[in-house]
């Protein structure tokens, strides 16, 4: 049983690591940051152009104070595919940014360049543009006609719109439903059409009228997955442009936020995406389990680019 003196030994050690650790922080963030760091570093942050967060821990604070924090673009993992410039926002005790820090969400065809960098206190805005940057053409995650087909036995139209999402006739009761939102994959939030895969069922996305660049990019991931808990079957994904078929992958969990990109001719025609889950149901654990009609979400982002002339 614990007498006094040790309660106050382990009191006073508790204290001393706390004093320990507040020095250290303080040591290496420069203590807090106040209100005018927040406000010189929206001064320092150019209009109309994508905002970065570069130290991940400054997200929550800076999403409340600086207006371009709060856009889609300055959530989850930095995805800098079609922009031609872009801000970084990060803290000044991190080290410098570099280009290969940014370099693995660009195109190899595309190179960063830092123009200028600004200090507001501990905070550093930088300021960056792309060499041969990548131009947006169209992209199936902002369709204005998309039509989504689910088959199970027959196939079926899937109602709904791009703004609401989609529910198809089987995934109703559920509440099941196609839309565009942030999902996790591979422990990171990603901005894609969560899209959740029934078994032995397949989904289409149709649009009529795609415009096309040089390349079609995109992604495809599981979302919310944990290994240690649950093992999904592969997922199969076909591509066809003009009712022929371009590209045809299988995707697995351990595949992570895997990308893809399919080399087209530019020009106008029908696109059609279609995901097929290959291997029903899914594996549970603990308890060590299988659910044949288990379902999963998907997550997909996908679009056309080609390469624009530099400024």
């Not at 206190?121 to 006609?145: F, N, S, Y």
Request: hydrophobic fraction near 35%.
């Amino acid at each position: 049983m614990l007498t006094k003196l040790p309660h106050r030994m382990l009191l006073a050690a508790i204290m001393c690591v706390s004093v320990v650790e507040l020095a250290m922080t303080s040591a290496r963030y420069g203590g807090a940051l106040r209100t005018d760091h927040w406000r010189r570093a929206s001064e320092h942050l150019r209009a109309d152009t994508p905002l970065i967060i570069g130290t991940p821990w400054l997200g929550p604070e800076a999403r409340m104070r600086l207006d371009a924090a709060g856009a889609p673009e300055a959530s989850g993992r930095p995805d800098l595919r079609g922009l031609s410039s872009f801000d970084v926002l990060r803290h000044d005790r991190d080290g410098p940014s570099s280009a290969h820090v940014w370099q693995a969400s660009l195109s190899p065809r595309s190179k960063p360049v830092l123009l200028s960098a600004e200090r507001a206190g501990p905070l550093r805005v930088e300021h960056w543009r792309v060499e041969r940057p990548e131009r947006v053409v169209d992209t199936l995650i902002h369709p204005r006609a998309l039509r989504v087909l689910s088959t199970r036995d027959v196939e079926r139209t899937c109602p709904g719109n791009p703004t609401d999402g989609y529910t198809c006739p089987e995934q109703r009761r559920a509440g099941h439903r196609i839309k565009r939102q942030f999902a996790e994959v591979d422990y990171d939030a990603r901005r894609c059409l969560s899209i959740p895969l029934l078994s032995a069922a397949s989904l289409s996305f149709r649009r009529a009228e795609f415009q096309r660049g040089d390349r079609i990019v995109g992604h495809l991931g599981f979302e919310d997955f944990n290994a240690r808990l649950r093992n999904d079957g592969p997922v199969t994904m076909t591509v066809e442009i003009e009712g022929e078929m371009v590209a045809r992958s299988t995707f697995s969990n351990a595949d992570g936020w895997a990308g893809f990109e399919i080399p087209t001719t530019p020009g106008a025609g029908s696109l059609t995406v279609s995901l097929y889950a290959t291997a029903p149901g899914a594996w549970i654990s603990p308890p060590e389990r299988y659910q044949p009609g288990a379902s999963r979400r998907v997550c997909l982002e996908l679009r056309a680019l080609d390469e624009e002339a530099s400024p």
